[in-house]
């Protein structure tokens, strides 16, 4: 099946009701795309959880390697891997206690969307979510 995304509508419904978020391949780094979206959404009030082996702590928050290292119920997976690691996180994804399988602009598989659509999951692909928090104020 085709990627298709929930109505702008929808979206906002969803970022107004979200807390938490976990966002996967968060670069400490202050001028990498991750960064500069995850401060933004953390600075809107969401709480922001890095998922990268790579690094100890971002935007102050300790950082776990896996989604499997979250205690409790996440909102929203915002991921930022290139789009041919999006089935292998879509797929720790489904391990977890998590609403929304987000892959930033840019990203799509068609594999890993069909894969939790499958399962029931809310999904969204190649959509920037600081944008998107921007037109739902």
Same mark, same amino acid.
């Given at each position: 099946?085709?990627?298709? #995304? +929930? @109505? /702008? %509508?929808?979206?906002?419904?969803?970022?107004?009701? *979200? =807390?938490?978020?976990?966002?996967?391949?968060? @670069?400490? #780094? +202050?001028?990498?795309?991750?960064?500069?979206? @995850?401060? *933004?959404?953390?600075?809107?009030?969401?709480?922001?959880? +890095?998922?990268? +082996?790579?690094?100890?702590?971002?935007?102050?928050?300790?950082?776990?390697?896996?989604?499997?290292?979250?205690?409790?119920?996440? %909102?929203?997976?915002?991921?930022?891997?290139?789009?041919?690691?999006?089935?292998?996180?879509? =797929?720790?994804?489904?391990?977890?206690?998590?609403?929304i399988f987000?892959?930033?602009?840019?990203?799509?598989?068609? &594999?890993?969307? #069909?894969?939790?659509? &499958?399962?029931?999951?809310?999904?969204?692909?190649? /959509?920037?979510? =600081?944008?998107?928090?921007?037109?739902?104020?």
């Amino acid at each position: 099946m085709a990627i298709e #995304n +929930p @109505s /702008r %509508d929808e979206i906002g419904l969803m970022l107004k009701k *979200a =807390k938490r978020i976990a966002v996967v391949g968060l @670069s400490g #780094n +202050p001028e990498r795309t991750s960064y500069m979206v @995850s401060k *933004a959404m953390q600075d809107a009030g969401y709480e922001i959880i +890095p998922v990268n +082996p790579t690094v100890d702590e971002v935007l102050g928050v300790k950082a776990v390697s896996s989604l499997k290292e979250i205690e409790g119920h996440v %909102d929203i997976v915002n991921v930022f891997r290139r789009s041919e690691h999006l089935l292998k996180v879509a =797929k720790e994804f489904a391990e977890i206690d998590a609403d929304i399988f987000w892959a930033q602009q840019g990203l799509a598989n068609e &594999e890993a969307y #069909n894969f939790l659509k &499958e399962k029931g999951y809310t999904v969204i692909m190649d /959509r920037c979510i =600081k944008v998107e928090h921007a037109l739902t104020k």
